[in-house]
């Protein structure tokens, strides 16, 4: 039996209707929130900035000093033909009378003094009096002005010489002389203003046959050695000493181009001429200074003390 308190099936069904929508809203307003902090200033990303790396500082090349000493001569022609053609930077340590001694020695001069490769310094006029070392080296004054004739019959104007027959260094940054009894001269070229550069090693030849004793591959490596080692008289610098007329041989200087190709070859080393090297002053000897040194060779000539073609000291006679 009903009564009044019975609700309708419609009413019912209402009811629950309504409480379905109830569930499902609060279910979807129940996602939870993200929350979103903001900060002032510079804002912050996650993703990492790349730093360049520093850059290496460059390491400097080790320098070779390709020397030849005594021309012009028969060899030197060929010399100077391999280092155009090596595009090289080289120096010439010249004998002044050489310079003059024949037709042909004239015109190597002159190709010489156009070349734009090659630096022109000085190895005394007479080569010590023609090789009388021991006699040339006692008397001092003259050995200064047999490199003064040179500056002047030469016109050079570096002021970078080299004593024949010896190894004698008086730059800035070395003072070393092989043989003690050339002290005296050594001191009296470098206060005469001269900068005198020895070498580090020297590419020996035949003085019977004047053929090369070594390879340029034999000398390359023994510069690889002296200058990994640090067996040079300035680290990272090696001058070797060569001499023009071995190369007057084709076969010899076809070992001056191999030589120069294996160290062309090796990205660490660079060719620099004399004038480049550690403690060299880099003076320009003026025309007033050979004026001046001409004047001390004049001055020497009309004591008597100094022979006008040899340039050697006439000693005077006895009693």
């Not at 000493?69 to 050489?98: Q, R």
């Not at 510069?223 to 680290?235: A, E, G, H, V, Y």
Request: contains cysteine; proline residues 4%.
């Amino acid at each position: 039996m009903s009564t009044n308190h019975d609700e309708p099936p419609a009413a019912k069904y209402y009811h629950y209707l309504c409480l379905l929508t109830f569930v499902v809203f609060v279910s979807c307003d129940s996602t939870p929130k993200t929350i979103v902090e903001s900060t002032t200033g510079t804002s912050k990303t996650d993703t990492a900035v790349a730093t360049a790396p520093a850059a290496e500082k460059k390491k400097p090349k080790k320098k070779i000093y390709l020397t030849f000493d005594d021309g012009p001569n028969k060899g030197t022609d060929n010399v100077l033909n391999i280092v155009k053609e090596e595009n090289i930077p080289v120096t010439f340590f010249l004998v002044g009378a050489h310079a003059f001694g024949s037709k042909a020695q004239q015109v190597t001069w002159d190709s010489l003094q156009a070349s734009k490769l090659v630096e022109l310094c000085n190895h005394s006029f007479t080569h010590a009096w023609y090789n009388s070392y021991n006699k040339f080296y006692s008397l001092p004054d003259s050995v200064v002005s047999d490199f003064h004739k040179t500056t002047n019959r030469l016109q050079l104007k570096n002021g970078i010489g080299r004593t024949p027959g010896r190894n004698i260094w008086r730059v800035d940054s070395i003072q070393f002389t092989d043989n003690a009894k050339t002290k005296a001269a050594a001191d009296s070229l470098y206060n005469a203003g001269y900068d005198m550069l020895g070498w580090d090693l020297e590419w020996h030849f035949n003085p019977k046959t004047m053929r090369a004793i070594k390879s340029g591959d034999d000398l390359a490596n023994q510069i690889d050695s002296l200058l990994l080692k640090n067996k040079t008289k300035q680290p990272g610098n090696l001058v070797l000493l060569a001499h023009d007329q071995v190369y007057k041989n084709a076969e010899d200087s076809l070992q001056l181009h191999q030589l120069i190709r294996r160290l062309k070859a090796n990205s660490e080393y660079e060719f620099a001429v004399a004038s480049n090297y550690p403690g060299v002053k880099k003076k320009s000897i003026t025309d007033s200074m050979l004026r001046r040194n001409m004047s001390k060779s004049d001055s020497l000539r009309k004591n008597n003390t100094i022979n006008k073609d040899t340039n050697r000291v006439v000693k005077p006679a006895i009693g």
